[in-house]
């Protein structure tokens, strides 16, 4: 079982997670190209409950395509954006791998929405891409 750590650019919100990793994935959506200013998110999906965070967390919530609310949780001083979540997978937490301490740790198992990838973007050929989200 593995043990993540992290924090925000300026320290003011850190984390502890102790669970197993649900899974891993780099998502080429817009809405997380918008939201990182990066061509993709690496996202590492744990279970809330093993997640312990230190600090106040601002949030932003919106609807995507498939009518689902999506939540992103970021530091209200630095911006960093740490955490999200789903109202389709309740109880489910996703870390941004760019705060996780523990890179050694970070093996994304597949890519989603790669229809939308940035074209100068290369893809892990080891890993199954799909164009949007697999069902």
Request: hydrophobic letters at 35%; a negative charge; aromatic letters at 8%.
């Amino acid at each position: 079982m593995p043990k993540l750590t992290g924090n925000c650019l300026c320290g003011n919100v850190s984390f502890v997670a102790e669970g197993d990793i649900v899974f891993q994935a780099n998502c080429h959506c817009t809405d997380c190209q918008q939201t990182s200013g990066s061509p993709f998110a690496t996202l590492v999906f744990m279970k809330e409950k093993d997640v312990k965070i230190t600090g106040e967390l601002k949030s932003f919530s919106h609807s995507v395509d498939s009518g689902n609310t999506l939540r992103k949780d970021f530091c209200p001083n630095c911006g960093a954006q740490m955490f999200g979540g789903n109202e389709a997978r309740p109880g489910s937490l996703n870390i941004k791998a760019g705060v996780i301490n523990e890179k050694e740790l970070i093996k994304p198992q597949f890519n989603v929405f790669a229809g939308s990838k940035i074209p100068c973007t290369v893809l892990d050929d080891s890993i199954p891409a799909y164009e949007g989200m697999p069902s």
